[in-house]
């Protein structure tokens, strides 16, 4: 888990800033769940045999009893809320996005953090694969707006309850024979959910599953002309895709469409192995949770994988507005003023800065002059007990004298005047 400290923040603000336009412009609507869960909600939602159930939740017992969880993800609880509000009264497809942290027990190892930030978007009550194809493009147009290129996405399909029980009895009877030859966590998934022995990563594994029977061999029509027809979606609208026949993602509520985005070139020799985002339809969630059956599809991004990205590529950011009005004060009726003044100035948005902690004003003027301050503002006590103020412009060295009431309208009028010359 990581502190977020102030120089990171552009970052994180940047992301919100793209990813709330574009979630504004598709026309979805922002979500936030608590933090904490009914354990049962992701056991049942994301499945018991999961590494996510089984190794990575956060679980605690409360006083009164109850058995919750730090959310790991946000598709379960974003379809919980649907199912409590209602929302399945409302005209589909519903929309929502979301933007928060994620609690996951991982391994230490790079682009994996126990509290991660994650933005996604869920769109609920709709079956047409035009869904899945703009959740992918969503997610796209976003990296892209972050001036991420080469970004690729791999795409297959998992079938449904229709097809997936004769693949995965295929691919059980073709791993059953080569068991001894797989890896030990493989040996397990095989029991508890083979799917996943498609995603393995050990190299004994690879060789294997090289030659295993692939599942869109086997979709069923309806899986089949869903998966054909977001890839024509894709085709049309020129997005980069890859078939990969091994994705099939850690948790069970998926159906039909798998989808993960990848950044493709090494940058100073690193290598950006893991998703930006990933995804997928699962229609099956709603009513394992207790609503009507509800077609869904969407997806999230890993906000931390995406910020060393582009911290990598050394983005560059607009300048924050820096203050262009240093107030200085010198003596207790001044300080006093001194504040008072400052509240004027922020009501009237004029950024400015001040060192109240420091009495001398050399050391106020040092530190201005380090901020290279356009005004300084000079409140002593003679001027505090007169109700003026000095304005030293820091360029030429002009010094003069103005009303203390007046000098918010004045460095409005000078800093417009700036601004014009600029
Ligand atoms: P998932 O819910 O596992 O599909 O994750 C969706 C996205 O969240 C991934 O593509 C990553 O970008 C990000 N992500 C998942 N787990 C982590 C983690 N432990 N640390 C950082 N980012 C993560």
Redesign the pocket.
């Known amino acids: 888990m990581h502190d977020i400290l102030p120089e990171e923040q552009k970052y994180y603000q940047k992301i919100y800033e793209v990813v709330s336009n574009i979630a504004d412009f598709y026309g979805f609507g922002k979500i936030e769940t608590p933090v904490l869960e009914e354990t049962e909600l992701f056991s049942k939602g994301i499945g018991l045999a999961t590494d996510?159930v089984k190794e990575q939740m956060y679980n605690l017992k409360t006083k009164g009893g109850d058995f919750l969880t730090l959310r790991?993800?946000w598709?379960a609880p974003v379809v919980r809320a649907y199912i409590q509000y209602g929302m399945q009264s409302l005209s589909q497809p519903v929309k929502l996005w979301y933007f928060g942290p994620?609690y996951?027990y991982?391994r230490q190892q790079a682009?994996?953090?126990?509290q991660?930030w994650?933005f996604?978007f869920e769109v609920l009550g709709e079956k047409g694969s035009v869904a899945d194809a703009q959740i992918i493009q969503i997610f796209h147009n976003i990296l892209e707006e972050l001036k991420l290129k080469n970004l690729i996405i791999q795409i297959n399909s998992i079938g449904d309850n229709n097809c997936r029980p004769y693949y995965k009895k295929l691919l059980v009877s073709y791993l059953r024979g080569r068991e001894t030859s797989l890896c030990l966590d493989c040996k397990r998934r095989l029991r508890e959910n083979v799917l996943r022995v498609l995603d393995c990563k050990e190299e004994k594994c690879q060789i294997i599953k090289r030659e295993a029977p692939q599942i869109l061999d086997h979709l069923c029509d309806e899986c089949h002309s869903h998966f054909k027809e977001i890839l024509e979606f894709l085709d049309e609208t020129g997005l980069p895709y890859n078939l990969n026949p091994y994705l099939v993602?850690?948790?069970d509520y998926y159906t039909k469409t798998v989808f993960?985005?990848f950044f493709t070139k090494s940058v100073e020799k690193e290598n950006f192995l893991?998703?930006?985002?990933?995804?997928g339809r699962y229609d099956k969630l709603a009513k394992l949770l207790g609503g009507k059956e509800t077609s869904a599809c969407g997806?999230?991004?890993?906000?931390?994988?995406?910020i060393k990205l582009m911290k990598n590529l050394e983005m560059k950011f607009p300048k924050e507005a820096e203050a262009q009005v240093f107030l200085t004060q010198l003596g207790v009726l001044a300080k006093k003023k001194s504040l008072r003044l400052l509240e004027d100035f922020r009501r009237a948005k004029i950024k400015t800065t001040e060192a109240f902690g420091r009495d001398s004003l050399k050391a106020q003027l040092n530190k201005a002059n380090r901020l290279g301050v356009k005004y300084v503002l000079i409140l002593g006590q003679k001027e505090a007990l007169e109700g003026t103020i000095i304005i030293k412009n820091m360029g030429s060295g002009k010094q003069e004298i103005v009303k203390l009431d007046k000098v918010v309208g004045t460095m409005k009028k000078r800093l417009k005047k700036l601004k014009s010359e600029a």
């Open positions: 996510v790991p993800e598709t994620c996951r991982e682009g994996r953090y126990r991660f994650q996604g993602r850690g948790l993960e985005i893991n998703a930006l985002a990933g995804g997806g999230a991004a890993g906000v931390e994988r995406i």
